[in-house]
T-cell receptor, first 111, second 112 residues
Framework: ELKVEQNPLFLSMQEGKNYTIYCNYSTTSDRLYWYRQDPGKSLESLFVLLSNGAVKQEGRLMASLDTKARLSTLHITAAVHDLSATYFCAVEETSGSRLTFGEGTQLTVNP | NAGVTQTPKFRVLKTGQSMTLLCAQDMNHEYMYWYRQDPGMGLRLIHYSVGEGTTAKGEVPDGYNVSRLKKQNFLLGLESAAPSQTSVYFC???????????FGPGTRLTVL
């Protein structure tokens, strides 16, 4: 059974600081997704990582994938308040089309 | 394009009642999914469909049934609602098996 673990689950940081969210998964996979969810809202796709060593960047967020270590990271650079949200990673099992989600990281960026 | 839409947005049921949640997408996506989201547990896959007329069980299928009679619609049914089914339900769709790309706005269901 595929297990996906994120850490930290809660993150409070100051504006202007950098931080990294980690996503570990338990079985072989080469497709990993990052989503953002604002309170009471739906999920917004941020990044799709499809191969070992993939790196994607959008604004202050950068995601990477290491399939050998079964690890993805979401790095936040110079955080701003607008980045406050819950971030989910999700892993696709190579054998099918099912996504397994991590518990989510609730990020709060304080002025 | 409307994207992925869900009906209804909110619903309150009594234990034992039945209901159907409707998901519709206008992007000609082959794959559609139903997830539930509970506090502290992320999203869990209930059922999914890889094409019209096909469905498959996800991680937590018990107590739910689904149908995909038309490519654009994916229905989630609760035959006899239980308080444990109180949750937020999200539908999603994608072109291929590369995971859900677009999520609907969600349905908040409360079972008393």
């Amino acid at each position: 059974e595929l297990k996906v673990e994120q850490n930290p689950l809660f993150l409070s940081m100051q504006e202007g600081k950098n931080y990294t969210i980690y996503c570990n998964y338990s079985t072989t996979s080469d497709r990993l997704y990052w989503y953002r969810q604002d309170p009471g809202k739906s999920l917004e796709s941020l990044f799709v990582l499809l191969s070992n060593g993939a790196v994607k960047q959008e604004g202050r967020l950068m995601a990477s994938l290491d399939t050998k270590a079964r690890l993805s990271t979401l790095h936040i650079t110079a955080a701003v308040h607008d980045l406050s949200a819950t971030y989910f990673c999700a892993v696709e099992e190579t054998s099918g089309s099912r996504l397994t989600f991590g518990e989510g990281t609730q990020l709060t960026v304080n002025p | 394009n409307a994207g992925v839409t869900q009906t209804p947005k909110f619903r309150v049921l009594k234990t034992g009642q039945s209901m159907t949640l409707l998901c519709a997408q206008d992007m000609n996506h082959e794959y559609m999914y139903w997830y539930r989201q509970d506090p502290g547990m992320g999203l869990r896959l209930i059922h999914y469909s890889v094409g019209e007329g096909t469905t498959a069980k996800g991680e937590v299928p018990d107590g739910y049934n689904v149908s995909r009679l038309k490519k654009q619609n994916f229905l989630l049914g609760l035959e006899s609602a239980a308080p444990s089914q109180t949750s937020v339900y999200f539908c999603a769709s994608s072109y291929s098996g590369g995971g859900p790309k677009l999520f609907g706005p969600g349905t908040r269901l409360t079972v008393l």
